[in-house]
């Protein structure tokens, strides 16, 4: 890849598809992952944790439908699977920089993928000495 990939967690997703509070900054950043301007991927997780919030805030299946097609019709965005390997990672990211299980998994993937940025407003990922946590904004 020529460019640096951006690593997106759920919230800047959830932005869009709940019309959150930031949900323009984080449409126009998933504009241009869409279009492939910006590379950047997620995690499958991520992508069965929207699904989830998805259904327990909106109920509606057709926006399960539609973050599916959104996510599969975006041209700079690759979907990350974890192995065991990557789970055991994990468990040590936990332990080291006493982050939850959801967010030690995303940091243990970008390790394993060496993905350095995350785009996201969990100011857990901080806590995380080699990951630069940024904004929507700060990342167009």
């Known amino acids: 890849m020529d460019k640096e990939v ?18 323009e900054s984080a449409k126009e950043f998933l504009e241009k992952v869409a279009t492939g301007e910006i590379e950047a991927a997620t995690s499958d997780f991520i992508a069965y944790s929207i699904l989830l919030q998805i259904q327990n805030k909106l109920r509606s299946t057709e926006a399960m439908k539609n973050f599916v097609k959104f996510l599969g019709n975006m041209k700079g965005m690759m979907i990350l699977r ?43 990922f901080d806590k995380v000495d080699w990951i630069k946590r940024v904004s929507p904004k700060e990342s167009l």
């Open 6 to 23: 951006k690593f997106i967690d759920a919230n800047i997703f959830l932005e869009v598809f709940l019309l959150d509070k930031n949900w």
């Open 82 to 124: 974890f192995t065991p390997a990557v789970l055991m990672g994990c468990i040590q990211t936990m332990e080291k920089y006493n982050l939850d299980f959801d967010d030690s998994v995303q940091a243990s993937l970008m390790n394993a993928f060496g993905i350095k940025e995350i785009v996201s407003f969990d100011k857990d």
